[in-house]
């Protein structure tokens, strides 16, 4: 059988750009493909990160550019290109909305022209790929910066014999970000007036890009089984509940898997001593090395519990910030690290200078602690409120950084609530959203931690479990067959 072509446009992705875990999912995913016999490329906006990144990257011009309709306008679109893991990477360059310091929001708001923006870069992905002439099986689309790519196709585009065979699968990383704007930017998009109705692109008046992704790709995935469920109920659903329900069939759960050669204690560059699960003595000189880095000074039967995260609601930091007296009260030490949310920002730093022998608190995003973290814990938090897949729950297995988690989402699908009587579990795990429960669980680790062979077996058992990227990429591969030979039900 011929490879099957894949295009993944993304609006960001590892090595090139990332705010967070969809950059390691479309900077892992490709190569995955690639080994399982995929002929992949990649394709995003070309940002200033990338640009800064040139010589790293080794980026160059390819030699081409496109003429993208903008409203009334005609843009000029220059295309450069690099490669990650031998997977060629096209990125499409228009300085004016792509040379900015941040790729989507700054500290005080979104970018006032985000629809201009990806509108472009949705339209450019086509012309692009066409000029290219790299004709694809499958358009593989991530989030609502790309949801237009299916709607061009289905209409615009829809009798251009180059896109004849090509189908499109959307993957929703998080449904809280639609990309809604004013109906007033639907003509940028040049589309036809009859796809601004309810069973198109229009969402209570405005235009909303996620929408237009969910509706008019053949098939739509989320990242993890418990988030595809969830996001057909009015809870999670954010009011896309009822078009997720109409897609149904077409609608799948595929976990986000875990690059090893990044995100393993035994290949991990950024920590002080290399460690695996039959030999934990290196996770001591991490977990010092750790406490060194945040100025910490705490005894050895208190745990570390660590956090890396946007600093937002979602993530659970209004539950979180309840409990903060509480938790500290206890014989632990905590470690954060994230940025988001003005008013965190600044309850966190006010509780390290409150505690500064037990909480360390650093506002800002770096990945090398943030590997440090991963190492030097003992145990990892995420309290989220939702959670689509998550991924540091599952670092943190590799880690032996026992996750104490809500179940939520894919946090719920991949941890299972520790049982001192049988063994059985890999973390712990609470329902309630509350600062009651959140601190109840604490505790529950705690008791464990205290009786240093049991937690010492509970973390080699979590080192040894495998969430590497092989079986869900086999599984997007499957869907890809899917849409190929037997079309959509
Ligand atoms: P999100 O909802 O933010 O995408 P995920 O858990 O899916 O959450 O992925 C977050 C990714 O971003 C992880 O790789 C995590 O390590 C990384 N990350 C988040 N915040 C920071 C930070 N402040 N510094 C470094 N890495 C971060």
Redesign the pocket.
């Known amino acids: 059988m011929k490879p099957i072509k894949v295009l993944i446009a993304t609006p960001e992705a590892i090595p090139f750009a ?7 999912v479309t900077g892992a995913l490709p190569k995955v493909l690639k080994g399982l016999g995929c002929d992949v490329r990649l394709i995003m906006p070309f940002y200033r990160q990338i640009q800064e990144s040139g010589e790293k990257n080794e980026i160059k011009d390819a030699g081409i550019q496109v003429s993208v309709p903008l409203g009334f306008r005609e843009l000029n679109v220059p295309v450069f290109q690099s490669s990650a893991n031998n997977v060629p990477a096209y990125f499409l360059k228009r300085d004016e909305y792509y040379d900015r310091k941040y790729l989507y929001t700054m500290p005080d708001g979104d970018y006032f022209d985000n629809a201009e923006r990806f509108i472009l870069f949705s339209r450019a992905v086509i012309e692009a790929i066409k000029k290219l002439n790299f004709k694809p099986d499958i358009i593989h689309c991530h989030d609502w910066q790309t949801g237009l790519i299916s709607t061009f196709l289905k209409t615009i585009y829809k009798n251009d014999p180059f896109f004849a065979d090509t189908k499109t699968l959307f993957t929703i ?2 449904i809280a970000y639609q990309g809604q704007f004013p109906k007033s930017h639907f003509q940028l998009t040049g589309l036809p007036p009859d796809v601004f109705t309810p069973d198109g692109v229009e969402f209570w008046g405005n235009m909303n890009l996620l929408k237009a992704g969910i509706v008019f790709s053949d098939i739509v995935t989320t990242v993890s089984e418990k988030y595809s469920k969830e996001i057909q109920t009015p809870e999670f659903g954010y009011g896309l509940e009822g078009v997720l329900q109409a897609k149904k069939g077409n609608l799948f759960g595929v976990l ?1 898997g875990v690059d090893y050669d990044d995100w393993s204690p035994e290949k991990d560059k950024f920590i002080i001593a290399k460690y695996d699960y039959k030999d934990l003595s290196g996770k001591a000189k991490c977990r010092e090395d750790l406490l060194k880095e945040y100025k910490l000074s705490l005894p050895d039967d208190a745990p570390v519990i660590g956090i ?3 600093l937002a609601d ?2 659970g930091f209004d539950i979180l910030s309840e409990a903060m007296e509480n938790l500290m009260a206890m014989n632990l030490g905590m470690v954060v ?3 988001g949310e003005k008013k965190y920002h600044e309850l966190f730093e006010g509780l390290a200078k409150k505690y500064p022998k037990k909480l360390g608190v ?1 506002i ?4 090398k ?2 590997h440090k973290i ?1 190492a030097g814990s003992d145990m990892f938090l ?1 309290p989220s409120k939702y ?7 599952i ?1 943190s297995l590799k880690y032996g950084t026992i996750p104490i988690v809500r179940a939520t989402g894919g946090l719920d699908d991949t941890i299972q609530d520790y049982d001192a009587k049988t063994g059985a579990g890999n973390g712990f795990k609470f329902k309630e959203y509350s600062s009651a429960a959140l601190v109840k669980k604490i505790k529950d680790a705690l008791c464990i931690f205290a009786d240093r062979k049991e937690w010492k077996k509970l973390a080699q058992k979590a080192m040894q479990q495998d969430f590497s990227w092989e079986m869900s990429a086999k599984r997007y591969v499957e869907l890809y067959e899917r849409l190929l030979t037997k079309g959509i039900q």
């Open positions: 990332k705010t967070g875990g969809l950059a390691d990383h998080n986000n890396i995260s946007r979602q993530k690290l994230g940025t650093k800002t995003f770096d990945n602690i943030a991963e995420m959670e689509p897949c998550g991924l540091n729950q670092y």
